[in-house]
């Protein structure tokens, strides 16, 4: 029979996380930083128990990216990226990944200016899958070019993403019209040419 006073503490641990992570989010989303302290009040926990859980906070804010990024995965396999043509999934993986950086734009603007671009590309990783299958898809059946290296254009993926996420956060570019300007610019990029 398991010990109830195990289960009550992982049980209390992982509330206490999901709260934490949530009140980061939130402050970030405000403007508010999200320091420790505030964190701590927002979240209804005491320091101590956000220093237990997240020893710096680079840690937290690591945390917090990690989980948007999972969310963005499960978000971009809802999208089928396996279903129709490589061009169709395409089109509806950029605009499912332009809904989660949106939507996360506190999180990828504190990340990009307090973590170490390393640490963001690793935790990166779990959402490159899906587009690295769609690019290796659409390679075999030849609706995506050969002449660039997959990495490269994975790569590129993620960079002109962020890159239009900047492009709104300065005021460059509206909301509504990055998901067509991106799709114009990834589908240059992918497709592959007629010769």
């Not at 010990?3 to 402050?27: C, K, M, P, W, Y």
């Not at 926990?45 to 499960?74: D, G, I, Q």
């Not at 499912?96 to 506190?106: H, M, S």
Request: net charge negative.
């Amino acid at each position: 029979m398991p010990d109830s006073t195990t289960d009550h503490r992982r049980a209390t641990a992982e509330r206490n996380v999901g709260a934490i992570l949530d009140a980061a989010v939130s402050l970030l989303e405000r403007g508010n930083g999200a320091s420790i302290s505030a964190v701590a009040e927002q979240a209804g926990v005491s320091r101590v128990t956000v220093y237990a859980h997240f020893p710096t906070r680079e840690a937290l804010l690591a945390a917090v990216l990690e989980r948007a990024v999972n969310h963005a995965r499960s978000a971009l396999e809802a999208a089928e990226p396996h279903a129709g043509s490589a061009v169709e999934a395409l089109d509806r993986i950029i605009a499912v990944a332009w809904r989660e950086l949106d939507r996360n734009r506190a999180i990828a603007q504190a990340t990009a200016e307090q973590l170490v671009p390393a640490d963001v590309l690793r935790t990166h990783d779990a959402a490159i899958q899906p587009i690295r299958e769609l690019i290796e898809r659409g390679r075999a059946d030849g609706a995506f070019r050969t002449d660039l290296p997959t990495d490269w254009l994975v790569t590129s993926f993620f960079a002109l993403l962020h890159a239009c996420g900047d492009q709104v956060r300065a005021g460059r570019m509206t909301v509504a019209r990055a998901p067509e300007i991106l799709m114009i610019t990834m589908r240059d990029l992918f497709v592959a040419r007629a010769h």
